[in-house]
Nanobody, 115 residues
Framework: QVQLVESGGGSVQAGGSLRLSCAASGSIFSISTMGWYRQAPGKQRELAAAITRGGTTNYADSVKGRFTISRDNAKNTVYLQMNSLKPEDTAVYYC?????????WGQGTQVTVSS
């Protein structure tokens, strides 16, 4: 059974940085695509960044050049480094693990960016 535990959220001023971490249990981490999704109040959940088992990354246009996703297969952990944060980045950030079209989700961590 896969469990995902996020950490690293918090409050920061515009222009600041945060690093999110997601620790996964189970044995399929290294062969899964990992992603960070976010959901702002009143909006649909959207993909912020993803990384495949081979290390290929994909970013939403709104975060390109500011966010970096990475993974450490030895630690079963995926990271999201967020720089130059903007108030519009405020959302609950969810870790996602996808394997053979089955999706697992973390509980979410709040990121609040004040102007």
């Amino acid at each position: 059974q896969v469990q995902l535990v996020e950490s690293g959220g918090g409050s920061v001023q515009a222009g600041g940085s945060l690093r999110l971490s997601c620790a996964a249990s189970g044995s399929i981490f290294s062969i899964s695509t990992m992603g960070w999704y976010r959901q702002a109040p009143g909006k649909q959940r959207e993909l912020a960044a993803a990384i495949t088992r081979g290390g290929t990354t994909n970013y939403a246009d709104s975060v390109k050049g500011r966010f970096t996703i990475s993974r450490d297969n030895a630690k079963n952990t995926v990271y999201l480094q967020m720089n130059s944060l903007k108030p519009e980045d405020t959302a609950v950030y969810y870790c996602n693990q996808e394997f053979l079209r089955v999706n697992y989700w973390g509980q979410g961590t709040q990121v609040t960016v004040s102007s």
